[in-house]
Nanobody
Framework: QVQLAESGGGLVQPGGSLRLSCRASRMIMSTFLSYTTDWYRQAPGKERELIAHATSGNTNYADSVKGRFTISRDNSKKTVFLQMNNLRPEDTAIYYC?????????WGQGIQVTISS
């Protein structure tokens, strides 16, 4: 079973940056390449939303984060990153990574990101 470990969250002031990481354990690199990797977030009182999507050759973003957030993958480390710049209070949420393919669907435990002065 795939285990995903998220890191990099925390408290930052508006306009600041954070980089989230989500590393897969118990996985070889060739297997990692078969997964699509996404980042979601869930703000208090709101539904979970997809904000960034990456395959081995393609990325897409929600309009709310486009131009500020960048998703990337390090295949050798079996890790997906989310670089978040110019953060706003409305970016405050729990952030989740997701690795999935037709045969299985795996989520990280979630990590808190708080934007506040």
């Amino acid at each position: 079973q795939v285990q995903l470990a998220e890191s990099g969250g925390g408290l930052v002031q508006p306009g600041g940056s954070l980089r989230l990481s989500c590393r897969a354990s118990r996985m070889i690199m060739s297997t990692f390449l078969s997964y699509t990797t996404d980042w979601y977030r869930q703000a208090p009182g709101k539904e979970r939303e997809l904000i960034a999507h990456a395959t081995s050759g393609n990325t897409n973003y929600a309009d709310s984060v486009k131009g500020r957030f960048t998703i990337s993958r390090d295949n050798s480390k079996k890790t997906v990153f989310l670089q978040m710049n110019n953060l706003r209070p409305e970016d405050t949420a729990i952030y989740y990574c997701r690795f999935y393919r037709p045969s299985d669907d795996n989520w990280g435990q979630g990590i808190q990101v708080t934007i506040s002065s």
